[in-house]
């Protein structure tokens, strides 16, 4: 009996020093857990600590440590050159414009000479040429600097429906030209949303040309009571997997002669900014570009 007394009490101190122990391991591993998601979702050089003493906690807690100091360099790194990249891109766009203005003047004079036929040909194309080159330029300029802007972006209230009518306006002789009949759907009920004003009517601007190169004869527009703004074309040879890759950086449905790839990536851009989100889907032979901006 005193022996069955004994083993009970030896088993019975051992559960209790093994809850004991499962009580600190599951407290250090709680401690860990939030260390390491207040860690990774702030910019902050803080490591792991763990108030345990317990010889495997503080061990783990140590590896994650050494995999956040590793971490930390790798974003670091990251961080240096993605901003000298940026900065590079910037340059280099800026350099090439007075080159390209350079030779642009002189096609200019060239196209003022008599020439032949042939040799009018050629002048033709690298006038071209010279055109996409500059517009090229430019976009990557506005891209770089849209980028490396540390700025917050201002926001106030803005009148959706103006902005979207005064865009679709200025530039209705150009879809005209295309043969392009806009159709222009905007209720009548006033939207306000949070948006910077200039940097909306730039997202317009790109989309309504997005529709120029791409659009095989109509655009609608529409302006929903939600606020939900939506571009809507024709694009039957457009699958859903290339219009979710639409607004990746130089991506081209086609090597286009009027394409950098550069419009849609901006759009996105300051549409986050503005802390919007744009879609693009393509179904039915018809793609469709949807932009919802914050409510106030």
Known sequence: MLVFLGIVGVTAVVNIILAVKLWVLKKSMKQIGGSLSEILGSDTNRLISISSRDKYARQLASQINDQLRTLRKQRHRYTQGDRELKNAVTNISHDLRTPLTAIGGYLELLE????SPQVREYLDIISERTRLMKQLTEELFRY?????????????DVHINRVLAESITGFYAALTARGIEPEVEICEEKIVRRANEELLSRVFSNLISNALKYSTGDLTVRLAPDGTISFENNAPDLTAVEAEQLFDRFYTVETAHNSTGLGLAISRTLVSQMGGTIEAAAAGGRLTITLILPQN
Not at 112 to 115: F, I, K, L
Request: hydrophobic content about 30%.
């Open 112 to 115: 003022r000479e008599d020439t």
């Open 144 to 156: 770089s600097v849209i980028l490396s802007s540390e700025k917050d972006v201002e926001l106030s």
